[in-house]
């Protein structure tokens, strides 16, 4: 019991002290406890398997037993904040389990369907001349073909109508004719995963228009109308700012269309580290509430102090404040980070105007449980971990200053500080920061909040206002953007150092940059900018190139590429590629979403050999990229002059033919082949054996040959004496499984214990053929493919082969029961 003392002078607390004591104890375990709920979010994405129900129930019911049976306050404490978390683990796991029971039956994939809704969101234009856009279901017809009449059909699908893309839709309510196929993508250990992208959108099946026409009779409510609305004020802005060179980049910073930026605007603004400019984040609303609390401040203060009281003025600042933010919001499109965004808006804006003296740390974890609250799904954005990074790093610079700093101390603190701080987290998505970025976004942010953002808003309403001076407000606005724009694309062509670090080191600079940047010494933030500068020179300095990751067993990866190839094999240090995957210039690339960023996360920092089988584009897609982006040894292809090309002039690799007998790999023996006279296509890939002596282990990968030229590479390997019965032997199924391949005579001759199916999920070429896969499976073979396992690495444990299936680890929204990868069989 603590003393009271009522008398003055009294050595103990006063009753008002307890009480004071009291709430902000409690304030305290309720910001512990918003923490947790959020952490509670977030734990759910680290699990392989959604948590049963009956289990978080008795979790929650032990916890709260403690907590009411307990009388010593840090176990309470514990068991309350328990609570917390698995309340936060109970409600995305509600969610989550919602959205995975929406499904497409399998017997629907590939059927022609109908059905009527309204888009969703702004059409845009797509690669190979598609419109791509997102259609909200309202009804689903003639469902009587499918057997499964128990699942809940999707109500979100993501859908191209391919050769429309400079026409228009019919109207904004359609009844459309479709192709639908459930969430499916590549999947590998690093790079752009699609199936994360549509689960954490919501779309449950994706698909191709066939047909569409107007539907009247679709029930358009209030979601309906105001994507409707959304359409239409996009489509003025892009009438009115028809005449503008850059109305791409006006467009998405007013209504949030970024469907007309070209891959250009992408690149520069990748490569300065300006992405976040053209996506309606905190920045934008946080100008607008800047601008809209100034002038709205500036006007209650000319006002009689006798008409408007100080908590009035507060509610009205704040409501106008929020009204603007809100309005711009839905002007945007309200998509998940501008909510976001708004979300924070809201709980910062209430702290500050209201004088609640809330911390700045406590201000951060309301709004990060307001946004977990209103959108479980949001850790799987990486936007999400960006924005309340940035906002961490700057609480941590700004908050509990002794003296404000000055702006351009201030400016520098900050661009500084974020550089640093939110590098780790970028490494985390397999992602550089680029070095111009620092530089770029001291220009940009500047630029973007002074004159830019003001000059777009005061320009739309400019003209919608007075239509007649319109041409010369577009025109202001077009010189505002295009001095960032050109400022943007000439700092793009600056040469940036690629700086080979490991993740720990940038985690471990960060951190000790923004603890210097901290220090209450005038002079910390200078050595924390110093420590940088020599960091990046040292980082710059002319030093030998990094060794590849060390294997002490060999390691064969076949990476999902689709319908495509890509063949990863390691042993010690050494690094020997087969094919590159698909690509089609200006449009994607396995190189770029696959293969790179694999790469880097295993640590290869150069390719010893390199094979293109042959030149067709799902095997040498990205070639140039790659010989852009890594060191290579040697290039070796079956296809001399065409590989040559379609690695460009630029380059100074040697290309050289598959007539090399054979070579050492660390510890594996390289074999190579190709059938004789001038062949092209299919049948001039360059084949493959590699061997593994201490084991007694063969991998085959045999391009795109036909039967006919497998005939000959039979003939070869049993004039070699390569055909021994006591080797463990995996095969590439040539040519993906296609039936022109795999004859019973090669099949029976190699007798594989695995064979692999590279090939692309529900591929218009329907490979593997069951012909084939029947060959093999009368034979007791092991088959896999990557269109349902995903990435497969077959590596050497114990003198013995082992396959490992990507999709076995996979998250609960790709591998779950009655998810696409979970039904997909092997035909």
């Known amino acids: 019991m603590l003393p009271v003392n009522h008398q003055t002078g009294g050595q103990g607390l006063s009753g008002n002290s307890i009480t004071r004591l009291g709430a902000a104890s409690g304030r305290g375990l309720a910001v512990a406890g918003a923490f947790a709920f959020s952490c509670g979010v977030i734990l759910l994405y680290w699990l392989s398997m959604l948590p049963p129900p009956l289990w978080i129930v008795a979790s929650f019911i032990g916890a709260f037993c403690i907590a009411l049976r307990t009388r010593q306050s840090p176990l309470r404490r514990m068991a309350l904040l328990s609570m917390a978390l698995i309340m936060g683990l109970a409600w995305a796991s509600w969610h989550a389990d919602r959205r995975l029971t929406e499904g497409l039956p399998a017997d629907m994939e590939g059927q022609r369907l109908s059905v009527s809704g309204y888009v969703c969101d702004i059409p845009s234009p797509g690669s190979f001349n598609s419109l791509r856009f997102s259609f909200c279901v309202t009804r689903w017809h003639e469902r009587t073909h499918s057997s499964n009449q128990t699942v809940k059909l999707p109500q979100l699908l993501r859908l191209a109508w391919y050769g429309k893309s400079e026409r228009r839709l019919p109207s904004h309510r359609l009844r459309l004719e479709l192709v639908l196929k459930r969430p499916h993508g590549t999947l590998n250990d690093a790079g752009f995963r699609y199936e994360d992208w549509l689960f954490r959108k919501g779309y449950r099946a994706t698909g191709t228009v066939r047909n569409a026409v107007a539907d009247h009779t679709v029930d358009c409510g209030l979601k309906c109308r105001y994507h409707e609305a959304h359409g239409w004020i996009a489509g003025w802005v892009e009438r009115r700012f028809a005449s503008a060179e850059h109305r791409s980049l006006i467009s998405s910073l007013l209504v949030g269309d970024r469907g007309h930026l070209t891959p250009s605007h992408w690149q520069v603004l990748q490569a300065t580290g300006t992405i976040h400019l053209v996506a309606i984040s905190g920045l934008h609303l946080g100008l607008i509430a800047l601008g809209a609390g100034f002038l709205v401040r500036r006007f209650l203060l000319v006002l009689p102090l006798t008409w408007i009281g100080e908590v009035a003025q507060r509610r009205c600042l704040f409501s106008a404040v929020m009204t603007c933010c809100l309005v711009y919001a839905l002007m945007a499109g309200f998509t998940v980070p501008t909510q976001r965004a708004l979300l924070m808006v809201v709980v910062g804006g209430w702290s500050l105007l209201f004088a609640r003296q809330l911390p700045a740390w406590q201000a951060w974890v309301w709004a990060l449980a307001a946004v977990l609250l209103l959108d479980p799904f949001a850790p799987l954005d990486q936007g999400f971990w960006l924005s309340f990074g940035a906002v961490a790093v700057l609480i941590w610079v700004f908050a509990a200053g002794l003296r404000p700093p000055g702006w351009l101390r201030t400016l520098l603190l900050a661009q500084g500080a974020l550089f ?181 996360a295993l640590g290869v920092h150069r390719i010893d050999t390199l094979v293109i089988s042959h030149a067709d584009s799902d095997h040498s897609g990205g070639l140039a990229t790659l010989a852009g982006s890594i060191e290579i040894g040697k290039l070796v292809t079956g296809e001399v002059l065409a590989v040559r090309e379609k690695l460009g002039q630029e380059s100074d690799l040697v290309v050289q033919s598959c007539a090399v007998a054979e070579e050492e790999l660390g510890g594996l023996r390289i074999h190579y082949w190709q059938a004789g006279g001038s062949r092209t296509g299919n049948d001039a890939s360059c084949v493959v054996r590699i061997e593994h002596p201490p084991s007694r282990t063969e991998w085959l990968l045999p391009g795109d040959i036909s039967a006919a030229t497998e005939a000959h590479y039979l003939s070869h390997l049993r004039g070699h004496g390569a055909l021994a019965a006591d080797v463990s032997r995996l095969v590439v199924a040539p040519h993906h499984g296609s039936k022109t391949s795999s004859s019973p005579q090669w099949v029976t001759a190699l007798t594989p214990e695995v064979v692999i199916y590279s090939a692309g999920y529900r591929h218009r070429y329907r490979h593997p053929h069951s012909s084939v896969t029947a060959r093999y499976r009368d034979l007791g073979v092991s088959a896999f493919s990557t269109a349902c396992s995903g990435m497969l690495v077959a590596a050497i444990e114990d003198n013995h082969l082992t396959i490992k299936e990507k999709r076995l680890d996979a998250p609960f929204w790709i591998g779950a029961p009655g998810q696409a990868r979970d039904e997909c069989a092997i035909p």
């Open 420 to 600: 640093a701080g939110l590098w780790p987290l970028l490494q985390v998505y397999g992602q550089d920061q680029p070095l111009i970025g620092g530089l770029a976004n001291l220009l940009a942010i500047p630029w973007v909040s002074l004159l830019v953002m003001p000059g777009l808003i005061a320009g739309a309403l400019a003209v919608a206002i007075l239509p007649a001076g319109s041409e010369a407000v577009v025109q202001l606005c077009d010189v505002l953007m295009g001095t960032l724009w050109a400022v943007l694309a000439r700092l793009a062509e600056f040469p940036s150092p690629v700086i080979e670090v490991g993740q720990w080191e940038v985690i471990g600079l960060a951190g000790l940059v923004l603890l210097l940047v901290k220090m209450p010494t005038p002079g910390g933030g200078a050595c924390g900018g110093l420590l940088f500068m020599v960091w990046l020179a040292m980082g710059q300095s002319p030093t030998s190139q990094r060794p590849n990751t060390h294997l002490f067993e060999p390691e064969v990866t076949v990476w999902d590429v689709g319908q495509g190839l890509a063949v990863l094999v390691r042993h010690q240090g050494r690094v020997f590629l087969y094919d590159t995957g698909p690509g089609v210039p200006g449009v994607f690339s396995a190189v770029e979403s696959t293969l790179l960023p694999n790469l880097k």
